[in-house]
């Protein structure tokens, strides 16, 4: 069965720091990859996505993720934190024909100053 | 990117009561999607709601306690009936959009049932 994992439930890491939040999928072919952030009170928004091709994505607010074919990972990056990247972050995979997708339980980040 | 509204941003609603949340889309899409997050948790997906036919639930949703109407391209509505404190959760509408079949999601409504 399809699934998508995110090992880390909680982060906390020094605003200036260095971040990479996991994500490991499971699926039959290679799926389509997303990467989303909750801030408190809001919706879902999308940082960057995965289709094919070159398997460093760059996405939004600095942020970048690596698709890695042998360890099925699909991990989140970014050099330097700020506070306002304190949110929930999600990754999600669906099927390439786009209908269905399946999240992770989401990893909580904290910033301390 | 699609920009998605729906109402109400947030309810408490009585215990035994219904809540129909709308989602609207400015754009016309061929598939709508609800979820619910309950606090603490991530997405689950309810239905999928394809204009001019019945929606599609997932497993552990039945269209009793969760009916979908989608009028057409652009609009939607999800019914939490007969709700108890269980059913206190963000309920999510999305949209897919573009030919990279991107996922787009709306607000969100924050449902509590006391």
């Known amino acids: 069965a399809q699934s998508v994992t995110q090992p880390d439930i909680h982060i906390t890491v020094s605003e200036g720091a260095s971040l990479e939040l996991r994500c490991n999928y499971s699926?039959?072919?290679?799926?389509?990859l997303f990467w989303y952030v909750q801030s408190p009170g809001q919706g879902l928004q999308l940082l960057l996505k995965?289709?094919?091709?070159?398997?460093l994505v760059q996405g939004i607010k600095g942020f970048e993720a690596e698709f890695k074919r042998s360890q099925s990972s699909f991990n989140l990056r970014k050099p330097s934190v700020h506070w306002s990247d304190a949110a929930e972050y999600f990754c999600?995979?669906?099927?390439?024909?786009?209908?269905?997708?399946?999240f992770g339980t989401g990893t909580s980040l904290t910033v301390i100053p | 990117s699609a920009v998605i509204s729906q109402k109400p941003s947030r309810d408490i609603c009585q215990r035994g009561t219904s809540l129909t949340i709308q989602c609207q889309v400015d754009?016309?899409?061929?598939?709508m999607f609800w979820y619910r997050q309950q606090p603490g948790q991530s997405l689950t997906l309810i239905a999928t709601?394809?204009?001019?036919?019945?929606?599609?639930?997932e497993s552990g949703f039945v269209i009793d306690k969760f009916p979908i109407s989608r009028p057409n391209l652009t609009f939607s509505t999800l019914t939490v009936s007969n709700m108890s404190p269980e059913d206190s959760s963000i309920y999510l509408c999305?949209?897919?959009?573009?030919?990279?079949?991107?996922?787009?999601f709306g607000p969100g409504t924050r449902l509590t049932v006391t």
């Open positions: 999305s949209v897919l959009r573009g030919p990279d079949y991107e996922q787009y």
């Open positions: 699926y039959g072919a290679t799926p389509y």
């Open positions: 995965y289709f094919s091709g070159d398997t």
């Open positions: 999600a995979a669906s099927h390439r024909t786009g209908n269905q997708f399946y």
């Open positions: 754009s016309q899409v061929t598939m």
């Open positions: 709601a394809n204009q001019g036919s019945e929606a599609t639930y």
